[in-house]
C-alpha cells in the first residue's frame, strides 16, 4: 500500500513564525502535491512538484514556498506565518504525470496560527 | 480551463435510503474523473476513477457511478447507505497543466449526514 506520511496532525504557531510542514512518501512517486482544504472551498492547490528539485505554481501559492530535495520528502514552508494561514493541509503523491495520475493523499495537518 | 461543480454542499439521507452525489464538470478534452471521500479527521481516500469504456464505474464500498459525457456530469450513487458512509466527499477532474503533467482539480466537496 501507498504510504503518504505529514510530521504532525496538529499544529500551534504564532504570527510572523516560519513554519514547515513535511510530507513523505514511500513509493518512489514522481509527484507530489500541497493543498489546502477550506470549509466552503474545497481542496485548493499550493504547489506541486513532478521531479526533485523542481516547483511548480498551483492555483494559491502566495505566502508559501516548497522544497523538494529528495524524491521522496516534499516541504511546504510558510516563510511568515499569518492567521489567514489557518487551514487544514493535505499532501498528495502520485506515481508520474501519465495515465491517471491518481493521487494518493496523507491524513492532514491542521495549522492553527494565533 | 477546467472545472467541477458539486451542486450540493450538505445531503442528509436515512440509513438503508439510496444516494446520489452529483458533479459536473468542464473540461475540453475526454475527462479522467475521480470520486474521493474524506472522513472525518482523516485524508482523501479514492473511491472510483473513469477515463474510458464503461460509462457506469464500480468503486469501493459499494458506490458506483456514471458518466454521461452529453450533461458533463459525473454522479455517485449508492443503492442503500450505511451509516460508516457518512463523510465529504469530492468529485475532481485531471487536466493537463503544462510542462507535461497533469493535476486534479477537485469540487468545493458534498458534506453526507446519514440519519440512523
Known amino acids: 500500500d501507498v504510504k503518504v506520511t505529514q510530521s504532525s496532525r496538529y499544529l500551534v504557531k504564532r504570527t510572523g513564525e516560519k513554519v514547515f510542514l513535511e510530507c513523505v512518501q514511500d513509493m518512489d512517486h514522481e509527484n507530489m502535491f500541497w493543498y489546502r482544504q477550506d470549509p466552503g472551498l474545497g481542496l485548493r492547490l499550493i504547489y506541486f512538484s513532478y521531479d526533485v528539485k523542481m516547483k511548480e505554481k498551483g492555483d494559491i501559492p502566495e505566502g508559501y514556498s516548497v522544497s523538494r530535495e529528495k524524491k521522496e520528502r516534499f516541504s511546504l514552508i510558510l516563510e511568515s506565518a499569518s492567521t489567514n494561514q489557518t487551514s487544514m493541509y493535505l499532501c498528495?503523491?502520485?506515481?508520474?504525470?501519465?495515465?491517471?495520475?491518481?493521487?494518493?493523499f496523507g491524513p492532514g495537518t491542521r495549522l492553527t496560527v494565533l | 480551463a477546467q472545472s467541477v461543480t458539486q451542486p450540493d454542499i450538505h445531503i442528509t439521507v436515512s440509513e438503508g435510503a439510496s444516494l446520489e452525489l452529483r458533479c459536473n464538470y468542464s473540461y475540453g478534452a475526454t475527462p479522467y474523473l475521480f470520486w474521493y471521500v474524506q472522513s472525518p479527521g482523516q485524508g482523501l481516500q479514492l473511491l472510483l476513477k473513469?477515463?474510458?469504456?464503461?460509462?457506469l464505474v464500480q468503486g469501493i464500498k459499494g458506490f458506483e457511478a456514471e458518466f454521461k459525457r452529453s450533461q458533463s456530469s459525473f454522479n455517485l450513487r449508492k443503492p442503500s447507505v450505511h451509516w460508516s458512509d457518512a463523510a465529504e466527499y469530492f468529485c475532481?477532474?485531471?487536466?493537463?497543466?503544462?510542462?507535461?503533467?497533469?493535476?486534479?482539480?477537485f469540487g468545493k466537496g458534498t458534506k453526507l449526514s446519514v440519519i440512523p
Open positions: 473513469y477515463f474510458s469504456g464503461d460509462t
Open positions: 498528495a503523491s502520485s506515481l508520474s504525470s501519465k495515465g491517471w495520475n491518481e493521487q494518493f
Open positions: 475532481a477532474v485531471r487536466a493537463y497543466s503544462g510542462a507535461g503533467s497533469y493535476q486534479l482539480t
